[in-house]
């Protein structure tokens, strides 16, 4: 038998075995619905921070966002048999943390941004500590002025503002139309306006 | 003309206004400042970022998910791992032949009451019922699967027949031979 005989029966008899972190999402979400939770853990560590980041945009609150988060990917492992891959994992997660933070606000109302998460220290080497923390104090403002929004036009905005979700996708989110879509955004940026034109 | 609508105004906000309507907005004060109002409002929401936590926040918030994960029962609606047919099968069996050897053994008469009656007698009456319910129950189980289900070991049978009484060989030897008569007619 030649050497690339070998070589190529070998290569035959073992198959190459790649390690979890170069997977992609869809190979990931195939493992992790056959049972494996070590490719769960990959993906949680892939999304977590944006799932955070919708959790945390709906409740403005460190403490509320991490059980949100963690709620939703509870769910999402429950319902990874279900994930035929139409849309991104992303938007998939997406879908499932906005729905855990509409079921929670209609059950609680939420609760005021904490003083450590506004604790983000800015770098004074850069920028005058006077301008970052009027910047800092804007943007807290605007936060809380989201959260106040009403549901479907809070989620409308956080979704087309920060995860650049087209309209039709979160009409799917919402179980509306992309007209009703535009309309939510329309007045979520209006109410916005209203609300920060008058806070102090 | 009339002023853009709320879906046009998000169209003009994202750049994707009909050309029809950008000439009314040209020339239309209101539908400008209102634009221009949303236009500076979206431009602040996108600057309002989410505090970042603590790095080790990450860490830990990945070890809750898993422990949240396993604490998470299993639907009611679902079956414990361990009943699947592969165990159930040879319970089955089991459970089968221990039913049938129940009605078919005689209990043991209490010792007072052998002189109230004969208990020979009652057996007699009752066996042919008895060994015919014992056929059907087991009547399609080999000893192989018996065996394989780990109900009986090498040699229990053998014992059985040893431990039968006189009327039971004899009803058994009965029933054998009617067994062959059928299987060479």
């Not at chain 1, 979700?165 to 209203?194: C, E, P, R, T, Y």
């Amino acid at each position: 038998m030649s050497h690339e005989s070998a070589m190529a029966i070998q290569a035959w008899a073992l198959p190459v075995v790649k390690p979890l972190a170069e997977l992609d999402d869809s190979e990931l979400v195939s493992a992790a619905a056959d049972g494996s939770r070590d490719a769960f853990d990959v993906l949680v560590e892939r999304h977590r921070r944006t799932v955070y980041q919708v959790c945390y945009r709906f409740v403005n609150n460190h403490e509320d966002a991490s059980d949100l988060a963690q709620d939703a990917f509870v769910r999402a492992w429950r319902g990874l048999k279900n994930f035929k891959g139409q849309s991104a994992l992303a938007t998939w997660l997406y879908r499932i943390a906005v729905n855990v933070c509409l079921n929670r606000l209609s059950a609680k109302a939420p609760a005021m941004e904490t003083i450590d998460s506004t604790d983000h220290v800015p770098d004074l080497r850069i920028e005058g500590a006077q301008h970052a923390m009027i910047r800092q104090e804007r943007a807290a403002a605007v936060r809380r002025a989201i959260a106040s929004l009403p549901e479907k036009q809070r989620a409308t905005l956080i979704l087309r503002t920060y995860h650049d979700m087209s309209h039709q996708q979160i009409a799917d989110v919402l179980g509306s139309s992309v007209g009703a879509v535009k309309a939510n955004f329309f007045h979520a940026l209006a109410n916005l306006k209203k609300i920060l034109g008058t806070e102090p | 003309m009339t002023h853009l609508s709320p879906d046009e105004f998000i169209d003009a906000v994202e750049g994707m206004l009909a050309p029809e309507r950008q000439a009314h907005l040209a020339s239309c004060d209101v539908c400008q400042r209102e634009l221009a109002g949303l236009s500076a409002v979206l431009s602040d929401a996108k600057q309002a970022s989410v505090p970042e936590p603590s790095p080790l926040f990450w860490p830990h918030f990945s070890a809750r998910v898993r422990t949240a994960i396993d604490q998470d029962a299993p639907d009611a609606g679902h079956w414990p791992s361990w009943m699947r047919w592969q165990v159930l099968a040879p319970l089955g069996v089991a459970a089968m032949i221990i039913l049938g050897l129940m009605i078919a053994v005689p209990k043991q008469a209490p010792v007072d009451s052998v002189a109230v009656q004969a208990p020979e007698a009652a057996e007699a009456l009752q066996a042919p019922e008895n060994w015919a319910m014992v056929t059907a129950l087991v009547g399609t189980i080999d000893l192989d699967t018996a065996s394989a289900a780990g109900v009986i070991e090498p040699g229990v049978a053998e014992q059985a027949v040893l431990h039968l009484t006189a009327e039971e060989q004899q009803e058994l030897t009965r029933l054998l031979k009617a067994e062959l008569q059928r299987a060479k007619s």
